[in-house]
């Protein structure tokens, strides 16, 4: 039985890791979507102060354009972390789908078992 305790505790762990590796993708990407963001505001206002928009024109901003180019990095990175996500997402099911599985009900030859060592406890108590 303490063997199954246990097989059972590590699945669980296992379970909660990968819901963590989750959740660290998930804040991961909503904190480069925010920066990007960010980023973008940054580069349409600098935009309007100089008054040139055309990226190609020799007299664009240096700062909107290492602006822009590190907000399409993040883009990048995000989509990086979604095809991240999507597969941590997949071993996190797997993993509960496991626990589940390893913390179903015993067998019916368990339980039987199980049933029976209970009903003789309880007769040598009365």
């Known amino acids: 039985m303490k063997s199954r305790e246990a097989a059972v505790r590590l699945k669980r762990f296992e379970a909660d ?12 990407i909503r904190e480069f979507e925010g920066m990007a963001s960010d980023l973008d505001r940054q580069v349409k206002a600098e935009e309007e102060r ?6 190609t024109h020799f ?3 240096t700062f ?6 590190r907000r399409d990095n ?17 071993e996190r099911d797997d993993a509960l ?10 067998t019916r030859e368990e339980l039987r078992t199980r049933r029976r060592a209970e009903r003789s406890a309880s007769a ?3």
Not at 17 to 28: D, G, T
Not at 80 to 85: T, V, W
Not at 97 to 106: H, V
């Open 17 to 28: 890791e990968k819901a963590r590796k989750v959740a660290e993708l998930e804040h991961m």
């Open 50 to 55: 100089t008054g040139v928009k055309d990226p």
């Open 59 to 61: 007299a664009y901003s």
């Open 64 to 69: 909107a354009r290492s602006a822009g180019q």
């Open 74 to 90: 993040l883009h990048s990175s995000v989509v990086g972390l979604m095809a991240k996500l999507e597969a941590a997402q997949r």
């Open 97 to 106: 789908e496991q626990l589940s599985l390893a913390d179903a009900p015993a």
């Open 124 to 126: 040598t108590l009365r």
